[in-house]
Each structure stands twice: as structure tokens, then as C-alpha cells.
């Protein structure tokens, strides 16, 4: 029987990057932590984490356990909370990608709400870019952002490619620079939609900036020009783009959390994790 305090001691060096960062969030020693990973690996017979000077990062089969490290430990929160007098309460603070929070965000929280109504909920909505800034700086306890470029802490809730989304009749025009409807920088899908751009030599022009999804939106609809999305979560009467313009590179949206012993955190991150879960297998079953 593996403990789950090694198992919690996976989790946190997943979701940090760094040893010293997952001793931080559980609390403990940095030499404890990795002598918990240590012997994690001797029971498990297998090698969880490629280790250089400045990270580490989970090798394959470490991705592997890492799920399986998840499901155990939420269901043992699940088991305490049943076998627990004390309701969960308690206030948690959470930043979400406008996207998420104008899409699949309001069902998941309204349903974690009547489960949970002791917890009080903090939720900011704004671009990923400064909403990691904001994290970092101990403002939030959990994002729902899309992973920016060359971080990897916390877990993948889904990913897909960026799709370009707009006016169901919308067409790119000819012989023109492509119009586009984007965030402000730093935004992760105009970054990557431009690089694609220029790295194709396709010539473009901003035709709108907002910061607001609503107000994107708005453009789309209008059919201003065409935007860099997500097809999972596209505004309704939207539709995706795909005839004349290039392929976008995949997006990640991530759920990190604060690490260590946070229940309410936690019940949270399995709310979402299932949300996503059932969202894969129904487009699973359409395909």
C-alpha cells in the first residue's frame, strides 16, 4: 500500500516544477519531499521525474502515476469529508480565463455551490498572462487558465488545437491582410495565431482589440473579422472557420491549485476534473 503522503508528494512536484516549491506548499523540508519521491520510486519500481539543476519534469511513465496519484487522493478526501461532522467551508479565491467563465465555468460552480454552500467563492475573470502574474504574487488559491509558453506546473484539463472562430458565412477575403478580432497582449492565443501568421508569411491586420470575450464576440458576429479560439468554448452563434486559413497549434487549459493539504482547493479541482472528464467522453462518443 503506497501512503498517501508520498502520493501528495508527487502531486505538489508536478504542480511546482521544483522541489523547493512543492516543500513550500505541503509544508515540509525539501530534503523530505525528495526523500518521499525517492522511496515513491523504490515501491513503484519506476523512475517518476527527470531531475536537471533549475526543474523537474515527469518522465512518461511519471505522467502515468500522476493520474492515478490524483484519483486516489480525491477519494480519500471524498471518504474524510463522508466520515467528517464538519461540512466544507471555508473561502477560496480563483481566477479563470473569460473564456472559461462566460462558457462551462457558471454550471460547474453553481453545481459545486449547492454541494458545498459554506464555501464562500472568490472568482476574477481576465487574460491568463496576468492572471499567473496574480497567482504568484499569493492573490488567488486556483486558476483555469490556458498554459502559457514554457510553464508547467499544474494538471491539463483538456487541450485542443486553437481553432479560428467567427460568422457562420464569415470568409477569409482575397488578396487582402486577414482581419482579426484578438485580445490585448499578453494573451497566449493572439501570441501563438500571430506567430503562426508571420512564420507562414500570411500578411494580417488587427481589425479589433478587446479584453472582454463579449465584446469579441460582438465583432464575430458582426463579421468584422475572425478570431483565434476555442472551439470548446465558442460563444454561441459562433461557428468555427477552417476553408483558406492555416492550422493553429494546440492549447492547453490547466488547472493549478495551491498544493499541500487545501480541501476546499481540492473538491474544486475534482469538480472540474470530472466536468472535463464527462465533456471528453461525449465528444468521444460523437466522433
Known amino acids: 500500500m503506497i501512503s498517501p503522503e508520498l502520493l501528495r508528494a508527487l502531486v505538489s512536484v508536478a504542480q511546482s516544477g ?67 461532522d464538519t461540512p466544507l467551508r471555508g473561502r477560496l479565491r480563483i481566477g479563470a480565463s473569460e473564456d472559461f467563465v462566460l462558457s462551462a465555468l457558471p454550471d460547474v460552480l453553481a453545481d459545486f455551490l449547492r454541494r458545498f454552500p459554506e464555501v464562500n467563492l472568490e472568482l476574477t475573470a481576465g487574460l491568463s498572462e496576468d492572471l499567473y502574474d496574480r497567482f504568484d504574487s499569493g492573490a488567488l488559491d486556483v486558476l483555469l487558465v490556458k498554459r502559457r509558453q514554457g510553464d508547467r506546473r499544474g494538471e491539463t484539463a483538456w487541450s485542443e488545437p486553437i481553432a479560428w472562430v467567427g460568422r457562420p ?6 488578396d487582402v491582410p486577414l482581419p482579426l478580432l484578438l485580445y490585448p497582449s499578453p494573451s497566449v492565443t493572439r501570441s501563438l495565431a500571430l506567430e503562426t501568421l508571420e512564420g507562414l508569411g500570411r500578411s494580417w491586420r488587427i481589425a479589433f482589440t478587446s479584453a472582454s470575450l463579449a465584446g469579441l464576440t460582438a465583432a464575430a458576429r458582426a463579421g468584422i473579422g475572425v478570431m483565434p479560439h476555442s472551439a470548446r468554448l465558442m460563444p454561441a452563434g459562433l461557428a468555427v472557420i477552417a476553408a483558406g486559413l492555416p492550422e493553429l497549434p494546440m492549447i492547453e487549459f490547466v488547472m493549478i491549485g495551491p498544493g499541500g493539504h487545501h480541501p476546499v482547493a481540492q473538491a ?20
Open 18 to 84: 521544483t522541489f523547493t516549491g512543492a516543500a513550500r506548499a505541503l509544508g515540509l523540508r525539501q530534503s523530505t519531499v525528495s526523500q518521499q519521491i525517492r522511496r515513491l520510486e523504490q515501491q513503484t519500481g519506476r523512475r517518476l521525474f527527470e531531475r536537471d539543476t533549475h526543474r523537474v519534469a515527469l518522465t512518461p511513465q511519471g505522467e502515468a502515476m500522476l493520474d492515478h496519484a490524483r484519483r486516489v487522493l480525491d477519494a480519500n478526501e471524498r471518504m474524510a469529508r463522508h466520515l467528517s
Open 268 to 287: 474544486l479541482l475534482g469538480a472540474i476534473r470530472q466536468w472535463s472528464g464527462d465533456r471528453s467522453q461525449r465528444a468521444g462518443g460523437r466522433a
Open 169 to 174: 458565412d464569415w470568409r477569409p477575403p482575397a
